[in-house]
């Protein structure tokens, strides 16, 4: 099993142009969950979904959006880059959260927008 | 509101030395409890969680934590740290909803 895996690694943009992070597991969860890491401030919840179909927001939406159309995968879209998205991005999959379950990282996205 | 508290952002060590890194955090109701460890340009790592079983719980690569309720507390300890165990650590907390609430880390620097 691979996992978390998380698609591309790194990226750069200018600001104001629009990217796609891809993330798929392949562990059947349910759950998934996008943090950005930043530093001196831990992770912060993006946006998170409960199943296929389901997103809902976290600590940090604004100018964030996602989709979760198959179970697998769960996108995360910036539709209009800003320097104060320079962050790694990870995304994450537990079978059922709440509960004590571990969540499963992937190895992160390293964006800078300039 | 659930929070997370790691106090001290860096922890030096001398190898063979004992490990603690503190983590104190907040919940309205019985917490679920995490430590993950991130090594330098990877993705975290589960090392232990507190499920409301038994206290003190024992993880991956000789650590372990004791959940103090009385303290509100959750520090991660080895006893003798090692070079390998050089990374940032996380300590988070979960309730009964969907979230984990991550505290800010503490970097470990163990030298020879």
């Known amino acids: 099993n691979a996992g978390v895996t998380q698609t591309p690694k790194f990226r750069v943009l200018k600001t104001g142009q629009s990217m796609t992070l891809l993330c798929a597991q392949d562990?059947?969860?349910?759950?998934m969950y996008w943090y950005r890491q930043d530093p001196g401030m831990g992770l912060r919840l993006i946006h998170y979904?409960?199943?296929?179909?389901?997103?809902a927001k976290g600590e940090v939406p604004d100018g964030y959006n996602v989709s979760r159309l198959k179970k697998q995968n769960f996108l995360l879209g910036l539709e209009s880059a800003a320097p104060s998205q320079t962050s790694v991005y990870f995304c994450?999959?537990?079978?059922?959260?709440?509960?004590?379950?571990?969540?499963?990282f992937g190895p992160g996205t390293r964006l800078t927008v300039l | 509101a659930q929070s997370v508290t790691q106090l001290g952002s860096h922890v030096s060590v001398s190898e063979g030395a004992l490990v603690l890194l503190r983590c104190n955090y907040s919940?309205?109701?019985?917490?679920?409890l995490f430590w993950y460890v991130q090594y330098p340009n990877q993705g975290l790592q589960l090392l232990l969680k507190y499920t409301s079983a038994a206290t003190l719980v024992k993880g991956i690569n000789g650590f372990e934590a004791e959940f103090k309720k009385s303290e509100t507390s959750f520090h991660l300890t080895k006893p003798s740290a090692h070079m390998s165990d050089a990374a940032e650590y996380f300590c988070a907390v979960s309730d009964n909803t969907d979230k984990l609430i991550f505290g800010t880390g503490t970097r470990l620097q163990v030298f020879p």
């Open positions: 979904s409960v199943g296929e179909g389901t997103t």
């Open positions: 994450a999959s537990s079978q059922q959260s709440g509960e004590g379950d571990t969540q499963y």
């Open positions: 919940s309205s109701v019985p917490p679920y």
């Open positions: 562990m059947n969860h349910e759950y």
